[in-house]
């Protein structure tokens, strides 16, 4: 077994190893704006769900050399965001979003996606989505590294509003039909996993 101490490791030989060890990982494919007005698109794939009473997500967006990105500070500027799961059709185009732009550019010109309004928040979403999550800001959390600097904002973000495609959503049931969504899920590097073979596993009573 191969053992290594983390706190002797470099911030990037830790990120190589943690984001090639805790695989898959959806993606979160987030719009905000800005207080000028400006539309902001970009994937994160440290992003989970933290709860479901209430419906809560996390998404860690972290620093470029201490500076907050623009989906952080949009989030903290006017509290919305609005949150999509990307899938194997929405996979090219959000990757395009993913360039280093100004605060002033708006990522999704780049793309052939489709801008679509929301129901509950200001911020708008993407059409092409599949599923996408309205959300506002429940938490702000600054995490700082070993010299007390600010490296990573993790933002907790409570659902308030769910849109599900016809073709992806069992309504009767209320079930995701993960085979017809076809998720994307973030591996190490330039690397992506397409939905796969499952197996079931029964929980012991």
Do not use: C
């Amino acid at each position: 077994m191969i053992r290594m101490d983390a706190n002797e490791l470099s911030p990037q030989d830790n990120y190589k190893f943690l984001s090639g060890a805790i695989i898959p990982r959806p993606i979160a494919f987030v719009t905000t704006v800005s207080e000028n007005g400006v539309l902001n698109a970009a994937p994160f794939s440290f992003f989970n769900v933290v709860s479901s009473q209430p419906p809560i997500v996390s998404i860690a967006i972290q620093r470029d050399n201490g500076q907050m990105k623009d989906t952080a500070r949009n989030i903290l500027e006017t509290g919305e965001l609005v949150i999509h799961i990307v899938d194997e059709d929405l996979t090219a185009e959000m990757n395009k979003t993913a360039a280093r732009l100004t605060p002033e550019e708006n990522e999704l010109d780049a793309t052939s996606l489709t801008v679509i309004p929301s129901e509950k928040v200001a911020v708008p979403g993407v059409k092409e989505g599949k599923i996408r999550m309205e959300a506002k800001l429940f938490q702000h959390i600054p995490i700082s590294n070993d010299e007390g600097n600010p490296v990573t904002d993790l933002i907790l973000a409570r659902v308030v509003f769910y849109h599900a495609d016809a073709s992806v959503f069992d309504v009767e049931k209320q079930y995701v039909l993960t085979d017809k969504l076809k998720p994307v899920a973030r591996l190490a590097g330039n690397n992506y996993a397409k939905w796969g073979e499952t197996f079931v596993v029964e929980r012991p009573k």
